[in-house]
């Protein structure tokens, strides 16, 4: 097994797996499983033979051990993103030691698998991270997919953009949120398909939509007579996505019996369907999405914290439509031309004056609301030009919170004595707030800490001052 990747190479294109652990038993155990994967394997009993390594000669995955004599996997994990950020590094852990594995997912490192080691499950992580490596086959891929894709050139979406691609490096959990109608799913399918599992299935669960007393058999499947109206054993959609992505919509919905069953499918891997006395282990990457502030549903007891740090390893802020007002002459031309085609005419033009309404508008249904409003405009418009007479805006839609700090200092300015005082003072702290929030990315615990405030206090405030 130990000889130079250059010979090995030579001789054969096989990939080569760099494994870092102690016992030696261990090391033979997987040398062995990995050879009849066709695959070379190097060893490293510690953390500074494996520097050298790295170092000296190219490898297509590392996979370290947590604890090694001189020092820990994480540090090795952390050397290999500032060295070697291209090659691939799972980690093994002890049983049940999941913080360890979060904080090594945390640090970019691509999964985990904990002992004693299932074999399965680690020639499944292998063979998803040796695919990984293998960067024309995920290029072909991501240049092919097909629907709709992030559209905009604002710095909001070319950031968007350059996580998407970091995080499909890596099998983490990964926590999308952003307002409704800003596109997670779409995200999710992005990261699905630059990633490894790009040729396994995606299967999307909308949580809030699954009635409670079926949520575990639609996730996790049943056995026939399990129950009344089980005629036939059922496969989950959990075990649906195997060798794929599992996006669970909207997870702030799930009930919290559900979240424990949940918490297990992603320290464990394992599931149990309804009826089966055994446990089945499941290959699916979990990514989740909600609009809800988890943070805030954690401290009032209605989210398990267990949960939120397993399915949050990785944030990804989908920027809301206010956020992004370039981009919105580039998407209405999109979505235009796109129903344009589907209804089979030329698709109108935008006057400039309807541009400007749309411009200024806050659009509190993002994306999705921009959408119905073209439909409608596109429905009414017979001339070829889409004009303001087309567009209807909704008129209680909050205000832009630009334009709200703007109006506040205007009004303040224009009141005398103590009322204008107060409303300055008003704005100052409205102003310390939303900075707070936008520093903790809205997570109103993380930002009364900064504002050096009880989490009760800043709630009241914020509703107080009518902070959205």
């Not at 009993?45 to 490898?59: I, N, Y």
């Not at 299967?203 to 996730?219: F, K």
């Not at 707070?436 to 050096?452: D, I, P, Q, W």
């Not at 405030?453 to 001052?465: E, V």
């Amino acid at each position: 097994m130990n000889v130079t990747v250059a010979s090995a190479r030579a001789a054969s294109p096989r990939p080569v797996v760099l494994i870092v652990d102690d016992e030696p038993d261990l090391l033979e155990l997987v040398s062995l499983t990995l050879s009849r994967m066709n695959l070379e394997t190097r060893t490293a009993p510690d953390v500074g033979t494996a520097r050298r390594l790295l170092k000296s000669e190219q490898f297509d995955l590392c996979l370290t051990d947590m604890r090694l004599p001189d020092g820990d996997g994480l540090d090795l994990v952390a050397w290999i993103q500032e060295n070697r950020s291209d090659l691939p590094v799972a980690v093994i852990t002890a049983h049940g030691n999941v913080e360890s594995a979060v904080r090594a997912l945390k640090l970019g490192a691509f999964d985990f698998v904990s002992k004693p080691l299932d074999l399965g499950v680690l020639r499944k992580l292998v063979g998803s991270a040796i695919r990984l490596g293998d960067r024309s086959d995920i290029d072909s891929a991501t240049a092919n997919i097909r629907g709709p894709s992030l559209i905009g050139s604002s710095a909001a979406m070319e950031q968007l953009r350059e996580m998407i691609a970091r995080v499909a490096r890596s099998q983490a959990p990964v926590h999308i949120f952003g307002e409704s109608g800003t596109g997670k799913e779409l995200v999710a399918r992005l990261v699905h398909a630059s990633g490894a599992r790009h040729d396994g299935p995606f299967i999307a669960v909308n949580c809030g939509a699954i009635p409670t007393e079926l949520m575990e058999s639609e996730l996790f499947g049943h056995k026939r007579g399990s129950f009344t109206g089980a005629v036939a054993d059922k496969k989950g959609l959990v075990q649906s996505a195997e060798g794929g992505t599992l996006f669970l919509d909207e997870v702030a919905d799930l009930p919290l019996h559900m979240q424990v069953k949940l918490l297990r499918v992603v320290q464990e891997k394992t599931i149990r369907p309804v009826g089966e006395s055994r446990e089945e282990t499941v290959d699916v990457r979990i990514l989740s999405a909600t609009h809800k502030n988890l943070a805030d549903l954690v401290a009032d007891g209605r989210f398990r914290e267990d949960l939120f740090y397993r399915i949050n390893v990785i944030e990804l802020k989908v920027p809301s439509l206010r956020e992004r007002p370039g981009d919105i002459p580039q998407l209405a031309d999109t979505i235009l031309g796109r129903m344009g085609r589907r209804m089979g005419i030329d698709a109108p033009q935008i006057g400039e004056e309807a541009f400007q309404m749309l411009r200024g508008y806050p659009f509190p249904g993002n994306v999705r609301e921009l959408e119905n409003i073209l439909e409608r405009a596109l429905t009414l418009c017979n001339a070829g030009t889409i004009t303001t007479e087309h567009i209807k805006l909704r008129t209680a839609a909050r205000p832009v919170p630009e334009l709200a700090s703007q109006s506040a200092s205007t009004s303040a300015a224009t009141v005398g004595g103590s009322a204008a005082l107060g409303a300055q003072l008003e704005d100052i702290e409205r102003d310390a707030i939303v900075k707070a929030l936008e520093k903790t990315r809205y997570n109103k615990t993380a930002a009364a800490k900064v504002l050096g405030m009880s989490f009760r206090a800043l709630r009241y405030r914020i509703k107080k001052l009518g902070i959205e």
